[in-house]
């Protein structure tokens, strides 16, 4: 099996839904075990389960607000525990409310920011030390390309997503020392069950490759990174996005 993940155990944040539960999935289908992390989407988070258990693989669910530094901490020591320990996170779960900037409230700010960034730095602080005792881990952030192009839509999101990129530069330089390496991935239109309606649905004419993006495509992406054959890569943002930001 490609990118074969035997023997390693992962966490995934945002695991009950979309772009999350296609990364549990095919992390488990490669032989990981995984932490299905949840915050609301219980009935999400036991089908993600349900499907890995069908692959026969070991998973296990936990539910936890990645906004809560102690939630976190409890989410991270019980998957190690139960998991043998963590060597690969993925840093998922987000929160994208679309609003213009002159509808944010500062709790509405506050409530993006530590959920998409702060969240994701101390879900990376909650795991080092597992993965310092074995001189090995694997971080992977998901962002977005509207961390690097500008959009109309909600300025907060693509703040937090901007962050993240440098969130996982900069990390990357001080984990390299552990055998920890930190890559990014920024997906474009990714269809996670949100296209259902004709007004939704993104113009095809913007993509080159003819579709929009699936899970299954930043879960390959993701496998990847996780791998033993991306020992010599750290600090990369990877795009995702059929190259419609090109066009």
Known sequence: MSQSLIGKSALVTGAGTGIGKGIAIEL???????????????AGAKDTQHRIEELGGQCMTVQADV?????????????????GGIDILV????????????????????????I???????????????????????????????????????AVYCMSKGGIKMLGRESAIELARYGITVNTIAPGAIDVGKFKTSHSRPNLKKFPLGRVGLPA?????????????TSFMTGSTIRVDGAGMLM
């Open 28 to 42: 488990a289908r490669r032989g990981a075990k995984v932490a299905i992390h949840y915050n609301s989407s219980d």
């Open 67 to 83: 906004a809560d530094r102690e939630q976190i901490a409890r989410m991270v020591d019980t998957a190690a525990a139960k998991l």
């Open 91 to 114: 840093n998922n779960a987000a929160l994208q409310l679309n609003l213009q900037l002159f509808e944010y409230t500062e709790e509405l700010y506050d409530r993006v920011m530590n």
């Open 116 to 154: 998409n960034l702060k969240g994701y730095w101390q879900c990376m602080q909650a795991v080092i030390p597992y993965m310092k005792k074995r001189n090995f881990g694997r971080m992977i952030n998901i962002s977005s390309v509207h961390g690097k192009r500008p959009t109309d839509f909600d």
């Open 217 to 229: 495509d930043v879960a390959s992406l993701a496998c990847y990174l996780a791998s033993d054959e």
